[in-house]
């Protein structure tokens, strides 16, 4: 069953991983020029600051789940240790992957946000719709937070994994095993 575990949260963290590069790469690439009453006007990801925010976000998201998938497994580092070093680690293992999730999630809804501003426009502010003038730029930033929102969610579940990886230090014996019926 470890081994099981193991494997998935491998999966998972390159499923993460590959998301998080691919929506850097579709953010920080894109952009669109395009003339306006003659005048050439450029649409780029550095208009809007969610979005640089989220390169950066996801950069160094990407760079946490590689350096994750580079270490020796936990359960092999434990193997041999005391159980109270096997608990500071996995506690913090526990804490960077929940705050790797929040702050990846949150930077995504942020884009998001201003993202949605940008598709409806906003009166008030007299900012104007983009996504008449920049189609291919919108699609490909909506195409870039979909992606993000899939690596959003399988670091949810690599967060799950850690939890379940720490939490089953404090009871190593039956730990998450049903009780026989009487």
Known sequence: MESGIQKMEALLRLTALSMLVLTAF???????RNVVFYIE???SFQDLRALV????????AAAYNLLQLSCSSFSAWCKG????SCTYVAWL??????AAVYVVFAGHLAATEHSLLVVTGEENFQWVKWCNKYTQF?????GSLLCGF???????FIASIS??????LYFPTNFMHLKPKS
């Open 26 to 32: 579709l953010v920080g690439f894109d952009s669109q």
């Open 138 to 142: 919108c699609f490909q930033i909506g």
């Open 53 to 60: 925010g989220l390169v950066y976000i996801d950069s160094l």
């Open 41 to 43: 006007k450029k649409a």
């Open 150 to 156: 899939v690596s959003s969610v399988a670091m949810i």
């Open 93 to 98: 293992r526990f804490v960077l992957d929940q």
């Open 163 to 168: 939890a379940f990886n720490l939490f089953r």
């Open 81 to 84: 240790r005391s159980l109270q």
